[in-house]
């Protein structure tokens, strides 16, 4: 596993190093000025997840799943793997998300960063297995509504923090830091799912 592990960590670094500058000059306005920090939070989100999506294209492109089917439990271990970048990668944003508020001298920094953190997992819950189905060409067009939908309702999510912490009602731990936990949930659950599909797959 630690090999697929590598290897996608590999193929994200090129697009990583161009999408992190651009984050840390959005972070550095979200800071400084009055540019929403809630817009910066949804793009890196969604950037998170189209990088690992495009980790489908390059099986695709590859024939990734065909080697992997000719290593000792190779399948499963590549999917064991890309799961757990994605665990890692929820991990970065809630950080990253913590870093940003207490920059911006937000209050609710901590369900904040359990709003993106465990939204992030809920969506890759969802998109991972239809990526696994129909492949990462494919798999964009399916994966068009559900962004329209997660991006939605985490950018409710967030307004409503910000707008409860304008008014000095930053008391709504509860839904938001047990969002990680469902997540987290959701994507063992999204995991078995995961390893089913591959198991089914012809070389």
């Known amino acids: 596993m630690t090999g697929f592990l590598k290897r996608d960590f590999y193929l994200m670094e090129t697009n990583l190093r161009f999408y992190l500058l651009f984050i840390v000059a959005f972070a550095i306005l979200a800071a400084f000025t009055d540019f929403s920090v809630a817009f910066l939070s949804i793009y890196v989100v969604i950037f998170a997840m189209s990088s690992v999506m495009g980790l489908f294209s390059y099986d695709d492109m590859s024939r990734w799943t065909a080697y992997g089917a000719a290593a ?6 590549m999917v064991d793997a890309r799961y757990l970048l994605t665990l890692l990668i929820s991990v970065g944003i809630s950080l990253f998300q913590m870093l940003i508020s207490l920059l911006g001298g937000e209050a609710g920094d901590l369900p904040m960063a359990a709003l993106y953190g465990g939204g992030f997992l809920l969506y890759a819950a969802v998109t ?3 990526c696994y189905h129909f492949g990462g060409t494919k798999a964009r067009t399916v994966m068009i509504l559900i962004v329209a939908v997660m991006g939605a309702l985490i950018g409710m999510g ?3 923090l910000q707008l409860s912490s304008g008014f000095g009602r930053v008391s709504l731990p509860s839904p938001f830091l047990l969002l990680p936990l469902a997540g987290i949930a959701a994507l063992a659950i999204s995991w078995r799912v995961s390893l089913g599909i ?5 070389l």
Not at 72 to 77: K, L, Q, Y
């Open 72 to 77: 000792p439990a190779g399948r499963m271990a």
């Open 128 to 130: 991972l297995p239809v």
């Open 158 to 160: 967030a307004t409503t």
């Open 198 to 202: 591959m198991g089914r797959k012809e």
